[in-house]
Nanobody, 128 residues
């Protein structure tokens, strides 16, 4: 599974960005997806809680406390894409954001060590 994350950029505090996570060769509907910040691809560097996560069925979502009410994770299975809409961005949201996938239609996972596939990161920079 090869994931591609895009949509990052430089915005002022209070601004918005929408990140996208797509995959080639697989149907992302069968995968739980998580968005993480500055998470190294290898487990050896520790376990992190995801910024947001969603089940393949899209009926379960979870968010880091610090982004609740500001970020929304969603998926468009027709486009084979998972989105992270980020509103009300704060300087502390500045980070490389990664998407990750785990083959599971009904579950969703908050921790980085539950995911098997990772995309390259996309930089989000929020200026004050």
């Amino acid at each position: 599974v090869q994931l591609q994350a895009c949509g990052g950029g430089l915005v002022q505090a209070g601004g918005s960005l929408r990140l996208s996570c797509t995959a080639s060769g697989v149907n992302l509907e069968n995968y739980a997806i998580g968005w993480f910040r500055q998470v190294p691809i290898k487990e050896r560097e520790g376990v992190r809680e995801g910024v947001a996560c969603i089940s393949g069925s899209a009926d379960k979502t979870g968010y880091l406390d610090s982004v609740k009410g500001r970020f929304t994770i969603s998926r468009d299975n027709a486009k084979n894409t998972v989105y992270l809409q980020m509103n009300g961005l704060k300087p502390e949201d500045t980070a490389v954001h990664y998407c990750a996938a785990r083959s599971d239609y009904s579950g969703f996972y908050r921790l980085s060590n539950r995911y098997d596939y990772w995309g390259q990161g996309t930089q989000v920079t929020v200026s004050s």
